[in-house]
């Protein structure tokens, strides 16, 4: 069993999906947890699950796209835990739907924000920490779309492409100070993210896309963000020893020796 005892985990995009789950996770493993998101009633709605369980976490409301909230996140975990051992950048937005000449500036802006620099922020915040306490982990939660064409996606795939790109350089530039950067995709996920997506129905996503996204959902085929938040876990404890500057799928990181409990493709 691993044990995270004394860690302690920042994770954005707390509040729902792959985040609410990589958080109650590393909360069971005895983490203290930093919840970072947007919307403060679901990080309430996940802090009521980790009190139950009488687990350690703070409450950090903020935009991951604004500088200041971000200093304020990783300054009051620090002040309330001592040290920020694991981040895990997992806040993400689909971006507009649509083709590149109807997408506004304004639009393309938001996503690149949200999704490339605020994982920035996050790190640029974070690192001055781990190499004072001589290491820790960073997980950047990628996509596919981030390596192949996808039309009527475009923002969201550039901005995932850049933070695969982050996700390799900076593990050459950190891994002298025993700091860890990997990247997850995690495929297709039952999220309302993913909910969110169907809602922009086929006059936004296309006739086949949408048709794509709906049968997935129906045939059960979307992949349960509690499995990923496992292979989370994983690749922030020692079991992972010194992987760094990998990019995969939970499929991927089994042939990388992470052996999964239950989860099914």
């Not at 789950?21 to 309430?44: P, Q, T, W």
């Not at 802006?109 to 996050?122: H, P, R, W």
């Not at 996503?205 to 994983?234: C, F, Q, S, T, W």
Request: hydrophobic letters at 40%; a negative charge.
């Amino acid at each position: 069993m691993v044990d995270l005892t004394n860690m302690t985990a920042m994770v954005t995009g707390a509040g729902g999906g792959l985040g609410r789950e990589i958080s109650k996770a590393f909360s069971r493993l005895g983490a203290g947890v930093a919840l970072f998101s947007m919307v403060r009633d679901e990080l309430e709605a996940v802090a009521a699950e980790l009190r139950e369980r009488r687990s350690a976490f703070i409450i950090c409301a903020g935009d991951v796209s604004q500088a200041h909230d971000v200093a304020s996140a990783v300054a009051d975990t620090v002040n309330r835990f001592g040290d920020i051992d694991i981040l895990i950048n997992n806040a993400g937005i689909i971006g507009p739907a649509r083709f590149l000449e109807d997408t506004t500036p304004e639009q393309w802006e938001k996503t690149l924000a949200v999704n490339l620099t605020g994982s920035y922020l996050f790190i640029r915040e974070v690192i001055p920490y781990m190499i004072k306490q001589g290491g820790g982990t960073i997980i950047n939660i990628v996509s596919g779309l981030g390596q192949m064409p996808f039309p009527r996606l475009c923002a969201y795939s550039v901005s995932k492409a850049g933070l695969i790109q982050l996700t390799r350089s900076l593990s050459e530039e950190l891994k002298p100070l025993n700091i860890r950067v990997n990247g997850i995709d995690p495929g297709l996920m039952d999220t309302n993210l993913g909910n969110d997506i169907r809602l922009m129905g086929p006059d936004l996503l296309g006739a086949e896309l949408h048709d794509r996204m709906v049968e997935y959902k129906e045939h059960n085929i979307l992949k349960d963000p509690a499995d990923v938040a496992e292979l989370a876990v994983y690749l922030a404890s020692k079991d992972s020893g010194g992987i760094t500057g990998h990019i995969g799928t939970m499929r991927y990181y089994q042939k990388q020796g992470w052996k999964r409990i239950g989860c099914a493709d």
